[in-house]
């Protein structure tokens, strides 16, 4: 993809990461794995005065149907990182990746919180998105939460230190004149996310699958014909899979979270998963592990590299290190996956 322009910001290239991530930020701004460097990338979405929203040792990320990189449905945890992590995280990664251009995802429904956000994030972005997906599920009233979003993304624009996009997703009420009045609020972009958030009781979810991006991508490349307007949509298509007369294509840049997650994975076969009603907490003093005798495969499943095979006998099992954070995919994706514990002999 070529060199491109998105809210203001040269780019090195059209395509990014998503501030639907959940795992790549962290390996980006720590060097794991081999991931090559965005040319921009949104920070997880985050809120004001709440830490990781689930505790540290719940699970962010559960694939509940794999078949190959263009057929899944994934399901991952908004709002799972706080402001400071995101912070360090977003300084990390400017050490790292000088030429990435950063923005903050930000949500709350107080104007006064989403200002301090912005001050804090300023020295360490170039930009800011408000998720008004996540927003919605904040505000909690639907009926007026079209003037509500309007109001305060005006308000915003007009003391926000560095640009502001917003980032609409299926929750959020779209039509011509919602988004061409977004516009004339004076954003500098609109991202597009196919990921419908919904919550089940106080666990929020996020739903990643590639005929979503199929569908949502058809409707959308239509309502943007009209706007004068920096845009961008997320995919779950593998960028591979996106041809020259994709709906896609007419998008100034593509972000990928998922999708480009399966495409450094190593996954064998076919997963099956019922849909889960809550997020797995898990236990101090457990950790992950697979048995690699029979299912060598899940050696490579971790996007940190945190599984060490440990021999004994005729069985190899792989416990979590320290590098684990505890997202889940591996509990997931992983029919001999467990959770142990492990004992130091004295």
Not at 141 to 168: H, M, N, T
């Amino acid at each position: 993809m070529a060199h491109a322009y998105f809210a203001g910001l040269q780019l090195q290239g059209r395509w990014g990461v998503s501030s639907d991530d959940v795992l790549l930020a962290r390996a980006l701004g720590e060097g794991l794995g081999s991931y090559e460097a965005p040319p921009i990338l949104f920070l997880p979405t985050v809120t004001y005065g709440v830490g990781n929203v689930g505790g540290e040792r719940t699970t962010r990320v559960y694939i509940a149907r794999y078949r190959s990189p263009g057929d899944y449905l994934a399901l991952t945890r908004p709002l799972y990182l706080d402001a400071d992590t995101a912070f360090r995280l977003a300084e990390s990664i400017r050490a790292r990746l000088p030429s990435t251009k950063i923005v903050a995802s930000i949500a709350t429904p107080k104007l006064s919180e989403l200002r301090a956000l912005a001050s804090s994030f300023s020295k360490a972005v170039d930009a800011f998105e408000v998720d008004l997906g996540v927003l919605g599920i904040l505000y909690g009233q639907r009926k007026s939460f079209e003037a509500f979003a309007l109001d305060i993304v005006e308000e915003f624009v007009s003391a926000a230190p560095s640009p502001v996009v917003v980032k609409v997703s299926p929750g959020v009420p779209l039509s011509d004149a919602f988004l061409k009045l977004l516009v004339d609020a004076g954003v500098g972009g609109i991202v597009f996310s196919p990921h419908p958030v919904y919550a089940v009781g106080k666990s929020l979810f996020r739903v990643h699958s590639p005929l979503l991006s199929e569908v949502y991508s058809l409707i959308w490349a239509r309502l943007i014909t009209e706007l004068n307007v920096s845009t961008a949509i997320v995919s779950d298509k593998p960028l591979e899979e996106i041809k020259e007369h994709d709906p896609i294509t007419a998008f100034d840049i593509v972000l990928f979270d998922t999708a480009l997650m399966f495409k450094h994975l190593k996954i064998a076969g076919t997963v099956e998963n019922d849909l889960p009603l809550n997020w797995r907490s898990i236990a101090t003093g457990l950790l992950p592990s697979v048995t690699l005798s029979e299912e060598e495969v899940c050696a490579d499943v971790c996007p940190y590299g945190a599984l060490n095979p440990l021999s004994a006998g005729e069985t190899t099992d792989a416990v979590a290190d320290s590098r684990c954070d505890f997202c889940g995919l591996c509990l997931s994706l992983c029919r001999t996956a467990r959770l142990v514990r492990v004992l130091s002999p004295e």
